[in-house]
C-alpha cells in the first residue's frame, strides 16, 4: 500500500471485507497510523455499527468516528433501508435490490471531509469489482474517477486505497489468513444483511457469497 509511512483512514462496516483492509493498515502502518469511520445510514442490519466499533477496538484503533446518516432513506428507498422490503437475487443484468444508490460515493465523501480536517491523505475501501454483486459503485473506474472528484472538489492530495479490488471472495479470505486474521473475521464480523455475525443467516445474498469463498478458500488450502 502506496504511502505506508503515513496515517490513513479506513471506511469500516464491520464486514469480512473492510475489518480485512482494516487488518492490513493496522499491519503495514501500526494502529497508531491507522482510525476508522463507520456510518449508521438505516440499515437494516444496523448491527453492523456496533460489531464496527467492536472490531476496531480488537485491532487497537483508538480513533473511530461514527458518523449518522440516519436520513438517507428520506431520499432513495431499497431493501437495505426498508426491513418490510423482501432481499431479492438480481435477474439477468439487473441490480440486485440491496444496492443502496450514491452510497460509496457519499461514503468517501464525508470520509474524505473528515480526512483531510486530520490532515489524512490515505483512505481506504473495501470495494472489489470481482464479486461485486451487480454494484456499480464497486467497480475500479467508479473508484478512480471519485479520486480524482474528490481531489479536484477539495484541492487536497487524496489517495483511495481498494486492497481487494481485483479479488474474489476465495482470494479475500486468502489474504485474512496470511494477515493471520481468518478465524477472527470468520467468527466476528458481520456480513449477513439480516444482521447475523459470523457465518449469518445462510440465505442471504451477502452470505452466500461470503460462505461460497470461504469454503472454496478452505478446500484449496487443504488440498494445498
Not at 504511502?3 to 490513513?8: L, P, T
Not at 456480513?191 to 461460497?212: A, H, M
Amino acid at each position: 500500500m502506496s504511502g505506508s509511512g503515513e496515517k490513513a483512514l479506513v471506511i469500516l462496516s464491520g464486514g469480512q471485507d473492510s475489518t480485512t483492509c482494516l487488518a492490513q493498515a493496522v499491519q503495514e502502518r501500526g494502529a497508531p497510523a491507522v482510525a476508522c469511520i463507520t456510518f449508521h445510514y438505516g440499515q437494516r442490519h444496523a448491527r453492523e455499527v456496533e460489531v464496527a466499533r467492536e472490531v476496531a477496538a480488537h485491532f487497537g484503533v483508538a480513533e473511530h468516528r461514527m458518523i449518522d446518516l440516519s436520513w438517507y432513506n428520506q431520499i432513495t428507498t431499497n431493501a437495505l433501508l426498508d426491513p418490510s422490503t423482501e432481499i431479492r437475487w438480481a435477474n439477468g443484468a439487473a441490480c440486485p435490490n440491496t444496492v443502496v444508490d450514491g452510497r460509496n460515493m457519499l461514503f468517501l465523501l464525508v470520509a474524505a471531509i473528515y480526512a483531510k480536517s486530520r490532515g489524512i491523505r490515505d483512505l481506504v475501501i473495501g470495494v472489489c469489482e470481482t464479486d461485486f454483486s451487480g454494484y456499480p459503485d464497486c467497480r475500479d473506474i467508479f473508484i478512480k474517477s471519485c479520486a480524482v472528484t474528490l481531489n479536484l472538489a477539495m484541492d487536497y492530495p487524496f489517495r483511495v486505497h481498494t486492497p481487494l479490488m481485483g479479488l474474489s471472495k476465495e482470494e479475500t479470505w486468502a489474504l485474512a489468513d496470511r494477515l493471520g486474521v481468518l478465524d477472527y473475521v470468520a467468527e466476528h464480523t458481520l456480513t449477513c444483511y439480516n444482521g447475523v455475525i459470523g457465518s449469518g443467516c445462510g440465505t442471504c445474498p451477502s452470505c452466500v457469497l461470503r460462505q461460497r469463498g470461504y469454503e472454496a478458500y478452505l478446500a484449496h488450502k487443504t488440498q494445498g
